[in-house]
C-alpha cells in the first residue's frame, strides 16, 4: 500500500471546536445569544474553503461551459467535469456518464418520473413508495399517475416509524414498475433499510430510486453496493451551494431514457426534419448548467472528504444518543421517530404547546430549528398531529448546544404552564 492510502486510512482526531472555525456563520449572535443552527436537515452551513472556491470561480474563471474553444471556457469546462468526477467517487458510482446534475433531489426525482415513467411507465403499472416520503418523493409520482393511469401503492410505517417490510413484498407484482424510497427519513429520522429493499425489488426485477436527501450526509454511500438503480441529493444539505444536486442513474437505464428538457447541450444535431440527442450524461442536462454550483460542490466533497465522513458518522452518532437522552428525560416531551436505526434528527411535541410557538420561544434563546410538517404530510396524519419542532444536528453541533435547547425548552414549559 502506498504512503497517501495509508495516511488516509489514519483516522484523523475529530475536534469538533477546530472544525467550527471553518464555518464563518456559526459565530452568528441571535438577539444577543450566540447561534445554535439546528436546522440542518433543511440545509446546511457552508464552511470558508466553499465559500472561497465560488469566488474564485467568479473572480478567475468564469465562462459558459462546453462551447468556447477560449481560455477561459476550457478551465470552467475543465472544473465542471472534476466537479463530475468527484462527484462519481464520492458515491462511488461505476461510470461519470452516470452522474447527471440537476437543480436538487427535486429536480432528479421530478427527471426520473417524467423520462424513466413516460419511457416505462404506463396505464394500470404500479409504482411503489412509502409513507415516510418528503412530499417531493410523492407529487412527481401523482402527477405521472395522473398523465399515465398509474397507481401509487404505499408502504405503512409503525408508530416508531420503521417501514412494515411484509407490506412491500404483498406490493410486488408484474405490474410494478418502479420502487421510489426515502434512505433516512427527514421528520423521522429513520434510516430504512434499504440495502434489503433493493435486494427484494431486485428479485422482482424491479428498479430502484433512493431519495439521498438525508443520508449523503451522515454515512459514506456507495452506490454500487447500495445496488440501487438511481440516487438522487442536494448539494445544499452537504455543505455546499443551493441550486445545485445529483441523480445518480445506471447507464444502461439512462441510455433508454428520453431526455427530461430540450434545448442546448442536449443535442448532437437539429434540424426541422430530426433531432438526434446527446451522448450521457448531457442528455439530460439541457441548457446552461449551474456551473458555480458543481464547482461549489466539488469543494464541499473535498471538506468531507478531509474531515472523514467516518468521523462524522461516529460522532453526529455520539451527539444523536446524547441529545435522544436529554430529551427524552422532558416530562410532556414525547419524540416523534423512535426507529431503532436513526440519523441526527429529533422530532418532538410538547403536550398542549403547538410547535410554532415552541420554535417562537428559542428562536429568541437563539436557537434556530424548524416547526412544521416537514413537507411530510402523510407522516403527521400517522400520527394524528399538525406539526412537530424538528432539530436536527450536523458534525459542528457540540453537546453544549444541545444542553441550551433543553434549557430553551424547559423555559418554553414554563412560559405555559
Ligand atoms: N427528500 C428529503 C428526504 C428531503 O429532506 C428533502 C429536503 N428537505 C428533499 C427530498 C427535497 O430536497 P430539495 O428541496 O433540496 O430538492
Not at 456518464?97 to 411507465?121: M, Y
Not at 437563539?366 to 399538525?386: D, N, S, W
Request: charged content about 25%; hydrophobic content about 35%.
Amino acid at each position: 500500500m502506498k504512503l497517501q492510502e495509508n495516511l488516509e486510512k489514519v483516522s484523523i482526531p475529530f475536534d469538533v471546536y477546530k472544525v467550527r472555525e471553518d464555518f464563518p456563520i456559526l459565530k452568528t449572535t441571535v438577539r444577543g445569544n450566540p447561534l445554535v443552527y439546528f436546522d440542518n436537515a433543511a440545509t446546511t452551513q457552508k464552511p470558508i474553503s466553499v465559500i472561497e472556491r465560488i469566488r474564485k470561480y467568479y473572480e478567475q474563471e468564469n465562462s459558459n461551459v462546453h462551447r468556447g474553444v477560449h481560455y477561459l471556457s476550457e478551465i470552467a469546462t475543465k472544473e465542471f467535469e472534476a466537479a463530475r468526477e468527484q462527484v462519481r467517487k464520492f458515491i462511488n458510482a461505476e461510470f461519470k456518464e452516470e452522474i447527471i446534475f440537476t437543480r436538487g433531489t427535486t429536480e432528479a426525482i421530478n427527471l426520473v418520473a417524467n423520462s424513466f415513467g413516460k419511457t416505462f411507465i404506463g396505464q394500470g403499472d404500479e409504482i411503489i413508495i412509502s409513507e415516510m416520503e418528503h412530499h417531493s418523493n410523492i407529487v412527481p409520482w401523482q402527477l405521472l399517475c395522473e398523465e399515465t393511469g398509474a397507481k401509487l401503492r404505499v408502504i405503512p410505517f409503525d408508530d416508531n416509524g420503521e417501514l412494515i417490510l411484509d407490506e412491500l413484498e404483498k406490493f410486488l407484482n408484474e405490474r410494478t414498475k418502479l420502487i421510489s424510497i426515502v434512505h433516512v427519513s427527514n421528520s423521522l429520522g429513520t434510516v430504512n433499510p434499504v440495502k434489503k429493499i433493493v435486494e427484494i425489488a431486485h428479485s422482482y426485477a424491479v428498479p430502484v430510486l433512493l431519495d439521498g436527501a438525508q443520508s449523503i450526509m451522515h454515512q459514506k454511500i456507495d452506490v454500487q453496493d447500495l445496488g440501487c438503480d438511481f440516487f438522487v441529493f442536494s448539494g445544499h444539505k452537504i455543505y455546499g451551494p443551493t441550486g445545485i444536486g445529483v441523480l445518480y442513474g445506471k447507464k444502461d437505464l439512462l441510455e433508454k431514457m428520453r431526455p427530461y428538457q430540450g434545448g442546448g447541450d442536449m443535442i448532437k444535431s437539429v434540424t426541422f426534419q430530426k433531432t438526434t440527442y446527446n451522448d450521457l450524461p448531457y442528455k439530460f442536462e439541457a441548457g446552461t448548467p449551474n456551473i458555480e454550483g458543481a464547482i461549489g460542490l466539488r469543494a464541499a466533497i473535498d471538506y468531507l472528504n478531509e474531515i472523514g465522513l467516518e468521523n462524522i458518522a461516529q460522532y453526529e452518532n455520539e451527539l444523536l444518543n446524547y441529545a435522544t437522552e436529554k430529551l427524552s428525560q422532558i416530562s410532556n416531551l414525547k419524540l416523534i421517530g423512535t426507529a431503532k436505526s436513526k440519523g441526527p434528527i429529533l422530532s418532538f411535541i410538547l403536550e398542549n404547546i403547538h410547535p410554532h410557538d415552541v420554535g417562537t420561544i428559542l428562536d429568541y434563546e437563539g436557537i434556530a430549528v424548524r416547526t412544521g410538517h416537514h413537507c411530510t404530510q402523510p407522516v403527521m396524519e400517522h400520527f394524528k398531529i399538525p406539526a412537530t419542532t424538528r432539530a436536527s444536528l450536523s458534525f459542528y453541533n457540540t453537546k453544549e448546544e444541545v444542553d441550551r435547547l433543553v434549557q430553551g425548552i424547559q423555559k418554553v414549559i414554563k412560559v405555559f404552564s
